[in-house]
């Protein structure tokens, strides 16, 4: 899972995030929610498509490559990063800067093998040994972010 179904009321802004679709129609205010979709509305890519960067164990999110205003009026609301089975939400507020920090640990969620106690394993070498595979499948990361005024916005690493 690596798509947020976010949705929007046109009339009262209500923002809500689909966590298990039942089929039926997201409703508020009497009529059918809208849902958003990332990097359509006509407005500035450097100021709003996240710009992502690892450093380490981190995953530093910069909205975007030039830094959007965070202006009582024009800020970035919240990122969110989606890994794996994880989805992570950093809430703004206007002044502070438009961004975020992750923990970033490819393949953490992936079962490793370390073989049960009495389990002997052949090596590659067809020597018998115990082993723990510490090999860390890729992954997909995506980062959302929420512009009050451009809406939604996303990038993937
Ligand atoms: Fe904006």
Avoid at 21 to 46: H, I, P, W, Y
Avoid at 52 to 67: A, I, P, Q
Avoid at 131 to 144: G, L, S, T
Wanted: glycine share 8%.
């Amino acid at each position: 899972m690596n798509e947020l179904s976010v949705y929007r009321c046109a009339k009262c802004g209500n923002i809500v995030m689909m966590l298990k679709s039942g089929g039926g129609t997201l409703t508020c205010c009497g009529q059918e929610m809208t849902k958003l979709k990332a990097n359509t509305v006509d407005a500035s890519q450097e100021k709003h498509v996240p710009a992502l960067k690892v450093e380490g164990e981190k995953l530093m999110v910069d909205v975007g490559s030039v830094l959007h205003p965070m202006l009582e009026e024009h800020f970035i609301e919240w990122i969110a990063m989606v890994r794996g089975n994880r989805v992570e939400l950093v809430y703004l507020k206007p002044g502070m800067e438009p961004k975020a920090e992750f923990i970033y640990r490819p393949g953490e969620d992936a079962i490793l093998y370390t073989g049960k106690d009495d389990e002997v394993v052949p090596n590659c070498e067809g020597v018998p040994c115990n082993f723990v595979c510490k090999d860390k499948p890729a992954e997909k990361v995506v980062v959302y972010e929420y512009c009050n005024l451009h809406g939604l916005w996303k990038a993937e690493l």
